[in-house]
């Protein structure tokens, strides 16, 4: 895996801000490369992974940690488009600084390592920018070091599943020489030609 302290997830956190910005409401109910859910429920669910990985870089354990969201586009607040750009930057802003990335801390119920958590942070990012991209017809170019990152962290988790499966399902086989971006979608189990 990549060295948890060579990146930041300040960019990828403002692409993913900029993908949120350009969704039209009249998509928030298309189908997304994540099987069950929408447009609206995979904004709720960065919008919940931006709070509860914000309290996780802060070691700020507690209910918003200690349990995984259950994201749903009827949860997304009226003022969404106003407020998620602000969370993904506290979340990034968490985790800038060092102390989050030694010790423990803890999210969606899950006690981690704080490097190991902000590798799945950065993955979260990386991953679900891809999805809300495809989805909406948008031009996506993750931050170079923040797909790294998620690349590594990817590869590690598929070679420790002795299944050969992906963090959120199978992963799928992809050309030799297939771009980054492709071979790390892959290992997140999803088809890289993926189209609603």
Known sequence: MSDATTFELA???????????GVPDARLDAPTPCPAYTVGD??????GLAIAFRHAGRKDLGPITDSA???????????W???LPRLLDEM?????????RTGMTRAGGVDLPGDVAAAVAVDELVIHGWDLARATGQEYAPDGPALDAAYGFLLAAAEEDDRGGGIFGPVVPV???APLLDRAVALSGRAPDWKP
């Open 42 to 47: 995979l904004l709720d669910h960065i919008r």
């Open 11 to 21: 960019e990828q956190a403002r692409i993913v801000a900029r993908l949120a910005a």
């Open 81 to 83: 488009r106003e407020s």
């Open 175 to 177: 050309p030799e020489g």
């Open 92 to 100: 990034a802003e968490a985790w800038r600084d060092p102390a989050s």
């Open 69 to 79: 969201p259950e994201p749903a586009a009827s949860s997304l607040p009226a003022d």
